[in-house]
């Protein structure tokens, strides 16, 4: 149980173009979902919370307009690169929360690399 | 704020020897800590959770960590290393007082373990 998916798992863009990152719970319902950004050989940095139903809590320096995230329903959120550069290139990974129960921990996605020409 | 150090960029062990993998930790109150693994190009995988009560917590694949207040640490622990346990290691904490509804997970950098056969 408690398995998080990501689609696509790789995706290469040209500079310009719009990227949309879906994360998905397969057997929960997950009422807050994580989105973190992650640099070769460096940790995860969270960039947003994700509230089903809601808008998204973004971090500090983390560009709304740029990483657009709806949480549209309770087992999926989508991350949106708009107008990705090169410097966007990275592992994007999702993490989701078991909504409601004692669970504390979070269940991550397998990632998306994205690599923008 | 809440932070979490590992101060080993790298841990090369041998293959049977015993493991130990460091991290202390920063926080307000009582921690949640948490251990993941992560493979080349995957997400991260889930290994063991301290919450409260016994401080000595068994994980998945034969892991373990001892939850240490008086010294901050949470340090992973294998009493035999595999040459497959070769993979990067996340400690990651959670501040159960840091607001209603933050679940907000904070990593240190992570360690390479690389055991050698």
């Known amino acids: 149980g408690a398995v998080v998916s990501q689609h696509p798992s790789w995706v290469i863009c040209k500079s310009g173009t719009s990227v949309k990152i879906e994360c998905r719970s397969l057997?929960?319902?997950?009422?807050?979902m994580f989105w973190y950004r992650q640099f070769p050989k460096q940790s995860l940095m969270l960039m947003a919370t994700?509230?089903?139903?809601?808008?998204?809590?973004?971090e500090q320096g983390v560009e709304k307009d740029k990483f657009l995230i709806n949480h549209a329903s309770l087992t999926l959120s989508t991350l949106t690169v708009t107008s990705a550069h090169p410097e966007d290139s990275s592992f994007y990974i999702c993490?989701?929360?078991?909504?409601?129960?004692?669970?504390?921990?979070?269940?991550f996605g397998p990632g998306t690399r994205l690599t923008v020409l | 704020a809440q932070s979490v150090a590992q101060p080993e960029d790298q841990v090369n062990v041998a293959e049977g020897n015993p493991l130990t993998v460091k991290c202390t930790y920063s926080?307000?109150?009582?921690?949640?800590l948490f251990w993941y693994v992560q493979y080349p190009n995957r997400g991260l995988q889930f290994l063991l959770k301290?919450?409260?009560?016994?401080?000595l917590v068994k994980g998945s694949y034969g892991f373990e960590a001892e939850f240490n207040k008086s010294q901050t640490s949470f340090h992973l622990k294998k009493p035999s290393a595999l040459v497959s346990d070769s993979a990067l290691y996340f400690c990651?904490?959670?501040?159960?007082?840091?607001?209603?509804?933050?679940?907000?997970?904070?990593f240190g950098k992570g360690t390479k373990l690389s055991v050698i056969p």
């Open positions: 990651a904490v959670r501040d159960p007082h840091s607001g209603a509804g933050s679940y907000q997970l904070t």
């Open positions: 994700s509230n089903e139903g809601s808008k998204a809590t973004y």
């Open positions: 057997d929960f319902q997950a009422t807050t």
């Open positions: 926080v307000s109150g009582n921690p949640y």
């Open positions: 301290y919450i409260t009560g016994d401080n």
């Open positions: 993490s989701a929360r078991v909504a409601g129960g004692s669970y504390n921990e979070q269940f």
